[in-house]
C-alpha cells in the first residue's frame, strides 16, 4: 500500500483487574491507504475502544508499532504525540463531547485556533462544514439547544476542522435513532470522501459498516478482514 495513513503492526494491549488479566489486543495488524474509510466491527467488550485510544495516540501501554502519516508513533513521549494528534488527527465519540458554553460554530473554530490558525480563516472553514452539514442555520446555537443528531453533525464538522488525515469515531451514531443515524453517517462519509481524509469508524452495526470502503474485526485481539458477500 502506498504511503499508508495508519499502519499497526502487531498491536498488543492487556489490563489487570482484580489480580486478573485480560490480554484484550494480541497482535492486531492494519493498513489504511489514504482516503480509505474503514469500519471496525466487533461486539460490545471486544477491544474497539482500547484499540481507537492507541490510535489516536491518547493512552499509553500499547506493545507492537503504531505509525501514523509516515511518523514511529510508538516511542514519541506526550508532548509528541499530542503535536501528531493535533495535526493529523481527528475525533469523533459516541456522545458529541461539545463545550457546553459554547457555540456550535466557536466549538468548530477553537481546535483550529489551537493549531494556530488566524480567527477569520477557522471560521470561514467552520461555515463551510457546518453548511455542508446543513447546520448553516444553527451556527449561533449552543450544544443543548441542538438535537442529538444536530449535536452530532457538529462534532463532525469539528473532527474535520483542521483538516486531519485521520477521523477516528467511536460509535459515531450510536445513540441515534435508525433514521437519524443513517442521515447523519451518510453526511460523515460524503464529507470525509471530499475532504479525501482516511477514517476509522467503529460500530456494533454492520449495516452501517457495509456503506465503508472496507470492513474489519475485532475477534480474539486480533484484526480479520471481512470480505464483501
Ligand atoms: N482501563 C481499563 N482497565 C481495565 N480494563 C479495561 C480498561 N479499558 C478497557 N478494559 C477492558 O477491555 C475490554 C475491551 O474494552 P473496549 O472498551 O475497548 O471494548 P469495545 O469493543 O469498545 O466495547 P463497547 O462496544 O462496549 O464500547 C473490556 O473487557 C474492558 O473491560
Known sequence: MNNPVVVLDQLTRSFEQGGVRIDVLRGANLAIGPGEIVALLGPSGS?????LQAIGLLEGGFGGQIEIAGIDASRLGKDQRAAVRRDHI???YQFHHLLPDFSAIENVVLPQLVAGKAH???QARAIELLTALG??????HRPS?????EQQRVAVARALANKPQLVLADEPTGNLDE??????????LELVRGEGSSALVATH???LAA???RVVRIHDGVLEEILPA
Open 90 to 92: 481527528g475525533f469523533i
Open 120 to 122: 477569520e480563516r477557522a
Open 205 to 207: 452495526n454492520e449495516r
Open 179 to 188: 433514521t437519524t443515524a443513517d442521515r447523519v453517517l451518510g453526511q460523515f
Open 145 to 149: 439547544q441542538l438535537s442529538g443528531g
Open 47 to 51: 477491544g474497539k475502544s482500547t484499540m
Open 135 to 140: 447546520l448553516e442555520h444553527r451556527l449561533e
Open 211 to 213: 456503506a465503508m470502503d
